[in-house]
């Protein structure tokens, strides 16, 4: 089923450069990894980037604009519904072609999900704040703006059988699990693929199923299907992928060359 003019293809919605932090081929991704780039950004660096706040969202030092409410809010529901809204805003303001109501479900699955479950301990007061978070082993989890956008365009319907690519810590599995009938949750590192099975059933997210493998390769045994999410970039779409989805489905993923 290679061909393209079948499938109703959002593969190349989504910039690299928007999706930083998730620009890595899968294969590429290593557990013996030991020199990773220090991607943590202390809440005083947030608060100094206020000062020196770009045009474009972004301070002279690349830190994200982070208002300072969203700072001081102090238990995670809270911290959880500012971030909700917050998305909203950006996704409806940015995108005036977005689904709302696909949107709305989107947000309405994350609101059930707690963050911080899905973090390492010391990560977990950060869980709410548009950054993407270290989760070991040279990985993060992705800003949760980038999430909602991915998942809202890929218009998951309660049926569907979706291939989730990149668990990770089980985060965007979660969220998919409460949108879809199934998701089939792939990942290269073995470490992050036994603990996101062991997480992801301790929580309850049972029509999820996390198998360790090259991601890029796709999961034949539960194929096809309707949407396939891959939260890692490449210069180029995975045949194998395009092969695995029903007619009509939809391949979401950061497509093109970065720098990052």
Known sequence: M????????LVTLISVSAAAGASQHLSARSATQSNCPDQHLLIKDLLASRSTRQPNGSSQMGSPWIPLDALLIRTPEQR???????????LESRHSTIDLRELDRVLGAMRQIDREEFLPRNERAAAYLPLSLDIGFCQTLSDP?????????????PHANVLDVGTGSGYQAAILSRLAMHVQSLEIVPQLASEARKRLRHLGFLNV????ADGYAGWPPRAPFDVIIVAA????????????LKPGGRLI???GRTSL
């Open 2 to 9: 290679g061909s393209i003019g079948r499938l109703f293809a």
């Open 80 to 90: 959880r519904d500012f971030m909700l809204r917050s998305i909203e805003q950006q």
């Open 145 to 157: 703006y980038i999430i909602a956008l991915m998942l809202s365009v890929a218009d998951i319907g």
């Open 209 to 212: 199923d996390v198998e360790l």
């Open 233 to 244: 970039g490449s210069t180029a779409i995975p045949q194998p992928l395009l092969d695995q």
């Open 253 to 255: 993923m950061p497509v």
